[in-house]
């Protein structure tokens, strides 16, 4: 069965369920607008990025591809905060954040799925998903960080399980979950996912691509991929990079 024949659990919509974790979903986030303008970044001296334009309505779904060393890992932490701007603009909603450090721009609604998942081995599942708010020195019996953390397990039924385990104990499908549940557990305007198919067996990335098109609409997404693959079937549009520049006309704002 295709993903789209499956969207009926989908349907149900992240941020929309009944019950426990309704109080979460009240107070989530209106999704974002991302507008990246002749971004330039690189490493050092080095440029990797040369010149990327990204206009991403808010819900909307991009996919980014590229062969290896096209940059997308550059691109897509440097719109994180994780790489500085050598040259060009980052507006989140309007608002400039590319000169803003990292946790700054988590705490204005942007969160990374970073690539190669690093979940964090010695730390519990639970510990990870609760590692978000400890690092913003508040406590975890806060409710809505409750409603949360309730609102990820009906998400992800696998870590409920498995809360007390180590994340190193997780399988690799496992543990993109969790970096996905923690991702979230941020309650985000803009979803950021580096290769979240790296090293997934093809019906971990069809349970993957389930998951994304559940959360689809309730948050931007921009999800980078090497390759085609059944995640990219939850994108509204898709562009290529090459060589650290888009391929083809620039990127048009989705009609909505
Ligand atoms: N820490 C670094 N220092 C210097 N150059 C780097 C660094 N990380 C990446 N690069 C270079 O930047 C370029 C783009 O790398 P990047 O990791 O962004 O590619 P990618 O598209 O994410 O590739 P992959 O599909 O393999 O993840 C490559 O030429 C790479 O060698
Ligand atoms: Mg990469």
Redesign the pocket.
Known sequence: MGLRARRGLGQRGFGRDEGAAAGASRRSRAPARLEVRDLHS???R?T?IHGVNLDVAPGEALGIL??????????I?TVAGLLPVQAGTIELDGERIDAAPAHQRVAKGLALVP?GRQVIGSLSVKANLDVMLLARGRITHDPEHQARVAEMLEMFPSLGERLKLNATSLSGGEQQMLAIARALMCNPALLLL??PSQGLAPTVVEELAERLAQIKGTVTMVL?E?SENVLLDVVDRRLR?RM?RVEGPAASLKER
């Open positions: 690189g490493y050092g080095l990797v590229g062969p290896n060393g096209a940059g997308k890992t550059t691109l932490t690539e580096d290769e980078v090497q990079l650290g």
